[in-house]
């Protein structure tokens, strides 16, 4: 198993994340579920966060990310969640019509850690869980 090291840790902390807009909406297809993917890859660049799969569904998206101890998992999703929210309203405001002008992300999320061994078996699951 992979291990990542800190200046005092030794570690292997991936959470499989889901989320979904707000009243499930399918507001994430096309130009719009292409530019989630890009900003969800570039926040978690900037902020240190692994991105390991990642897969936008037109109703919801999936996330396995690898973290270090120093981040919280709350404030990673948060993170997430606010910062493509503002993306894609500045980029695609005609998405707000379909939340009734509301938020883009529905309040919470699904979260399960993985471990070394389930881990292949979530990437396999991530890449090629069928949209329905």
């Keep these: 198993m992979e291990m990542d090291a800190g200046a005092h840790t030794v ?72 910062l493509t929210a503002r993306a894609l309203f500045e980029e695609f405001p005609e998405i707000k019509r379909h939340l009734w002008n509301g938020s883009l992300w529905a309040s919470g999320y699904c979260v399960n850690t993985v471990g070394g061994l389930d881990l292949e078996a979530v990437r396999h699951y991530i890449r090629e869980e069928q949209e329905e």
């Design 11 to 82: 570690h292997n902390l991936y959470y499989h994340v889901v989320w979904i807009p707000k009243y499930r909406r399918h507001v994430l297809e096309g130009r719009v579920g292409e530019r989630a993917r890009q900003v969800i890859v570039e926040v978690a660049e900037k902020y240190g966060y692994g991105v390991d799969e990642l897969k936008v569904n037109p109703d919801h998206i999936h996330l396995l990310v690898r973290l270090e101890p120093r981040h919280a998992l709350p404030d990673v999703v948060r993170t997430l969640k606010s």
